[in-house]
């Protein structure tokens, strides 16, 4: 097998440890810590410095990251946005389902849209984040919490029992999806195996602990298959990939006039109706924020939304191979030929002709090849965020993602060349 390129190296440790929305913030902050970010506290005033650079966490599963742009607050922002979150299974409260001989189940609510039976017989694991009793009731504490060996597993049925199961076997969320974590003979101890599963991790006291935001995932790390390692398989490809190509070209690209800003917003996969999503004025009150804070004022912001640009990177569908009548007759991506234009007539994507001749020209300066995705007119298709920021903000964008296969799958496929190819989209579109 061929080392894999230094991006693609790095883009398999942050899927690896980005294993849901809140552990992809904490790795992106500790990122940007690294490279010299300085994080902003929301309830502190703030004075900006030129070619400094800031970010602020929201709920600690959304991130907004910038560099201060040389020139006058008005010049408008370059935005990348993407979200940190993926289908999947989140924790319900009392959560510990004791069968009979002792077996411990853990209740689970589906999050999203995934495709279910992707997530049965692999080795699951748990993240999330736990809050504690804090020094007074309106301050919990915030713990990140990751379980990096696998706890879990959702058996499926013996096709014994279910000789048709190739048929086609629906599946009820609420009793086929329930993960299995322990073979315990006592099921007095085992009400609170997951309080006191936390509460040793954490070394915290289990009474200290008032609530929690856990999610199953996949525990097989990202792996690279095909003849020549050109294919990666992975949990969360949707969106995290994105996310990490605009954190390397944020942190790989040069300082220039405009500021640059990378937003990644939670929830974008239950329609983006949080604080932390971006249906919210979050995106809308930082860049105002950002303006006030250069030497803007209400006039100079009006004035830098006209010029600023946003690229909306989520992923897009590749050609699949075993159902080309799927996909639209002219316009179906391939995977390994570039970054996708997304485009759909009742505006579910933000991209028009003219965003999209900017993205064309970002690509053919960053010698990079472009396709464009339309959905087969027989289809609905999805939606993503630059429809839902444009509400709250009217900024100039165009849709953009990698094609990929198996998307919201527990494990989905993308192309090695199409991530190296959108670094590098990104960072020319940072530099412009
Ligand atoms: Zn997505």
Excluded at 252 to 260: F, K, P, V
Excluded at 274 to 300: C, F, H, W
Aim: hydrophobic content about 40%.
């Amino acid at each position: 097998m061929r080392r894999p390129p230094l991006e693609i190296a790095d883009l398999m440790q942050f899927m690896d440890s980005a294993v849901c929305n809140f552990l992809a913030v904490d790795t992106i902050k500790r990122r940007l810590v690294d490279a010299g970010f300085t994080q902003l506290d929301p309830t502190a005033p703030w004075t900006l410095e030129r070619s400094r650079s800031y970010f602020i966490t929201k709920n600690d599963s959304a991130i907004f990251a910038w560099v201060v742009g040389d020139g006058d607050p008005a010049t408008g922002v370059k935005i990348i946005s993407s979200h940190s979150d993926s289908p999947g299974f989140r924790i319900k409260p009392n959560a510990e389902m004791i069968s009979e001989g002792g077996v411990v189940r853990l209740n689970t609510e589906v999050y999203g849209g995934p495709i279910l039976y992707t997530w049965f017989d692999r080795p699951l694991s748990l993240a999330g984040r736990v809050m504690l009793r804090g020094e007074d009731a309106l301050h919990p504490i915030t713990e990140i919490v990751k379980f990096d060996e696998p706890l879990l597993t959702i058996p499926h049925l013996a096709i014994h029992f279910n000789r048709q199961v190739n048929e086609g076997n629906p599946l009820s969320r609420q009793r086929d999806m329930i993960p299995v974590i322990a073979l315990h003979s006592s099921p007095s101890d085992s009400r609170y195996l997951l309080t006191d599963l936390l509460s040793t991790e954490l070394n915290v006291n289990p009474d200290d602990i008032l609530d929690y935001d856990l999610a199953l995932y996949d525990a097989t790390p990202s792996v690279l298959i095909g003849v020549d390692s050109e294919m990666i398989t992975s949990g969360r490809l949707d969106d995290l990939s994105m996310v990490h190509a605009s954190m390397t070209a944020l942190l790989d690209s040069q300082q220039g006039e405009m500021t640059r800003v990378m937003a990644v917003f939670d929830n974008e996969e239950t329609g983006s109706g949080t604080k932390q999503g971006a249906a919210s004025p979050v995106l809308y009150n930082l860049l105002r924020r950002i303006n006030l804070a250069m030497g803007g004022d209400e006039e100079s912001f009006l004035r830098s939304i006209d010029s600023s640009f946003m690229i909306s990177a989520d992923n897009a569908h590749g050609l699949h191979p075993n159902y080309p009548d799927k996909h639209d007759p002219t316009n179906h991506p391939v995977l390994g030929s570039g970054p996708v234009i997304k485009i759909n007539a009742n505006c579910k994507y933000m991209t028009d002709a003219q965003s999209a001749a900017v993205f064309r020209s970002i690509c053919e300066q960053a010698g990079v090849p472009c396709q464009t995705f339309v959905n087969h007119s027989d289809s609905a298709g999805g939606s993503t965020l630059g429809n839902i920021l444009t509400s709250q903000i009217d900024l100039k964008g165009v849709d953009m993602g990698a094609a990929m296969w198996a998307m919201h799958s527990c494990r989905e496929t993308a192309s090695t060349r199409d991530h190296s190819y959108i670094i590098k989209a990104f960072t020319q579109f940072y530099n412009l």
